[in-house]
Each structure stands twice: as structure tokens, then as C-alpha cells.
């Protein structure tokens, strides 16, 4: 087993900006071309640079109206079509290869100087970041006996997991075995193991091989990689939403979810959790722990989680004592007479949950959904 390469692996953010005019007109014209070339994406150029961008025929979920593509060691960009600075009307996906040829802070220069090119108007407050997800990943040459069996991983009951079974050569191997397997799913935290190799035959990814610095002949044996994903609403339960954030705990994230899910060596004991970790994962925690250091906090996320549900609650609070007021006075009590109006108001929501009881229900499971992310029981 040799450790070969480890790396931010994805990066997606949202700005609170707008595109100037000029620019979303060179939008609008090459994506009308691109309709008449029945989906072709269509190569323009874009800023005072001069960007070349391949702009797509559609947009995207969430009121994107453009999305176009800096190429294969770029960024896919996603932009609402007003010149209006709002949150959210840009959003960045950085690609794998981006962020191997030029690591985290080199990325997130070459971003920033293609936005200043651009002309990217921002709000009053800044460029206001969002981090929507980021991925990390550990690579390492292993023998043809490793498969990660999907019944030898320690998780959070609830955590889904799903294996893969491949059946190709790869090198000197032809046999039936899990090609991946997944546990977890976005947007919260999710953990892939598979092989790389495969991938990259199977994906035409040769480049790899040059970012490894090794020759495909002289390997024995199989690549195999750990992908250690970050959701949106794991990053949430960080309180990581800005790239500063980011700096400050991404390796707590990365070591948080290593040791959430986790790949084991079976043993007769019967409790799953004392499971010896496998020395692949042991692997992982310890580079990390050596290449994030200045990534590590040592912030507790249970107390952020804590912190945060009570700042909510004592917003709710505050709310509640504003419109309580309110109700008295219209109710015609005086400050006095505050147990009239608790009886008022629980008269008043029994009442509604007893006569409408799909619509209470459907309210409460939308208040749990919003703070999903403030539960104190752990959820993948």
C-alpha cells in the first residue's frame, strides 16, 4: 500500500454578484447560437481578457439562465441573466483537474482574477462566498487482494451505502469485485471508494497517470481512491459557508467524515464499532491530519451545532415576544392580563392542528426541514 496523491477534489461556491451588461449579452447571443446549432455549445470570448468559454444551449436548476464551461482544467459557471447583484446569481464548479494542476489557493486566485476580468459587479458587502460542497481525495497503489466490501464499512445506521460490482480487465485482473462502493449521500456527507484505474479507462482520464508521475506499466496491481465528500448540509453544521471558513476547518470536516464512516478489518467481536480501522483509512486520518494542518481548528462541531440552535431559538423567541405584544393590544388586554392571551393563542393552534391536521403536519415538516441541518442526532 503506498499513498501516491491527496488533494482538494471539488469545489463548488456561489457569489453574491451579477454579470454587467455587456457581458450577459455575450451570453444571450451565443446561447441563441448554440440553439440554432441544435445544442452545440458554442465557443466565444468573454472580458477584457478575452476569456474563451464554451457556452451551453441551457441553464440550469435554480433560475440559472446561462452555464458555460472554461474548459477541461477550468470551471463550469452558472449565471442568472440580470446585472443586478444578488445572492446566489453566480455559482462556480471547479473541475477535478483545476484543482490538481494548481491546488486550492491557486484556484481560488485564478477565479477571482477571471471575475475581475469579467467585470463581475458585486453587492454592497463584497463578493460574498457561499461554499456549496467541496471534495478531497486520497489515491494509493494497492495489491489485487483489496476490495472494499460494503459489509466492512462502520457507519451511521441510517447512512445509505451502495457497492458497485465490475466485471473488466484491468491489467491483470478479471474478476467479479466491488468497482466502488458509496456510503452516505449528498447534499450531506458521503464517502466513495473506488477504483481509480477503472476510471480511468473507462473515462478517458489519462492525465492522471502525468499528476501520479507514474507510467501505467509500471504498476502492480490497482490505483484505488477515497473520495471524502462535503455537502451542503454538512458544511452547514460546520457554520462553513465563506472560503475563510473554509481555511479555518476543512480538515476538521475531511477528519470529522473519516471517522463517521469508516472502512474496518472484521474480527470475531460482535459490536461492529471496535472493529479495527483498515490501514488504508488509518492512512487517510494521518495524512490528513499532516497535509490539512492549516485547515485543523480543532473546533468542536457539536458545540457550533449547539450554538447555532440556540441563536435560532432565541431568534424565534424574539419573534414571538413582538407579535405576542402585538396581540395583546389588539385583543384588548392589558400588559397585565398575559395569561388571556396564552390561552388565546393555545386555544388557537389546537384548534387549527385538531381541524386541519395534514396542514400542521406538513408546517412541522417543514420547520424540521429547515433546520435539518441542527438536529442533534448525527444523520447522513
Not at 467524515?257 to 479495527?276: C, E, F, G, H, Y
Not at 395569561?339 to 408546517?363: G, H, L, S
Amino acid at each position: 500500500m503506498k499513498l501516491i496523491y491527496q488533494n482538494f477534489d471539488g469545489l463548488d461556491f456561489s457569489i453574491c454578484g451579477a454579470f454587467p451588461e455587456d457581458a450577459l449579452e455575450v451570453l444571450r447571443l451565443a446561447k441563441e447560437q448554440s440553439k440554432k446549432l441544435h445544442g452545440q455549445a458554442v465557443l466565444t470570448y468573454i472580458g477584457a481578457a478575452q476569456m474563451p468559454i464554451y457556452v451551453f444551449p441551457a441553464g440550469a436548476k435554480g433560475g440559472y439562465f446561462f452555464m458555460f464551461d472554461t474548459g477541461p482544467d477550468g470551471a463550469i459557471w452558472f449565471v442568472k441573466d440580470t446585472p443586478t447583484p444578488k445572492a446566489g446569481n453566480i455559482r462556480v464548479s471547479c473541475s477535478s483537474l483545476m484543482l490538481a494542476l494548481n491546488g486550492l489557493e491557486k484556484t481560488k486566485a485564478i477565479l477571482l482574477d477571471q471575475m475581475q476580468n469579467i467585470g463581475v459587479l458585486a453587492s454592497p458587502n463584497g463578493l460574498d462566498v457561499k461554499i456549496g460542497r467541496f471534495d478531497y481525495c486520497f489515491d494509493f497503489i494497492m495489491d489485487d487482494a483489496f476490495e472494499p466490501d460494503p459489509k466492512h464499512f462502520i457507519k451511521h445506521p441510517k447512512s445509505k451505502i451502495k457497492g458497485v460490482v465490475d466485471e473488466k480487465v484491468y491489467f491483470t485482473v478479471e474478476l467479479p469485485y466491488f468497482q466502488s462502493v458509496t456510503v452516505g449521500k449528498m447534499p450531506n456527507r458521503q464517502v466513495i471508494t473506488y477504483d481509480k484505474t477503472a476510471e480511468i479507462v473507462d473515462h478517458l482520464k489519462p492525465y492522471w497517470w502525468e499528476i501520479w508521475g507514474l507510467k501505467p506499466e509500471s504498476i502492480k496491481g490497482r490505483i484505488w481512491r477515497i473520495e471524502v465528500r462535503a455537502g451542503a448540509n454538512e458544511l452547514d453544521r460546520w457554520n462553513l459557508r465563506s472560503f475563510e471558513d473554509m481555511e479555518r476547518v476543512a480538515g476538521d470536516v475531511i477528519l470529522d467524515i473519516l471517522k463517521k464512516i469508516r472502512l474496518a478489518v472484521p474480527t470475531d467481536d460482535t459490536n461492529r464499532s471496535r472493529w479495527p480501522s483498515h490501514p488504508i483509512w488509518s492512512a487517510c486520518q494521518q495524512s490528513a491530519e499532516s497535509v490539512l494542518a492549516p485547515y485543523i481548528s480543532q473546533a468542536n462541531r457539536k458545540k457550533i451545532v449547539t450554538d447555532l440552535r440556540e441563536n435560532v431559538k432565541t431568534r424565534a423567541v424574539k419573534n414571538i415576544r413582538g407579535s405576542f405584544a402585538t396581540l395583546t393590544h389588539l385583543l384588548g388586554y392589558e400588559d397585565g392580563e398575559v395569561d388571556k392571551t396564552i390561552e388565546y393563542i393555545a386555544d388557537d393552534v389546537f384548534t387549527f392542528a385538531e381541524q386541519n391536521p395534514k396542514e400542521f403536519k406538513k408546517r412541522v415538516k417543514r420547520a424540521k426541514d429547515k433546520y435539518v441541518f441542527l438536529d442533534e442526532e448525527e444523520k447522513s
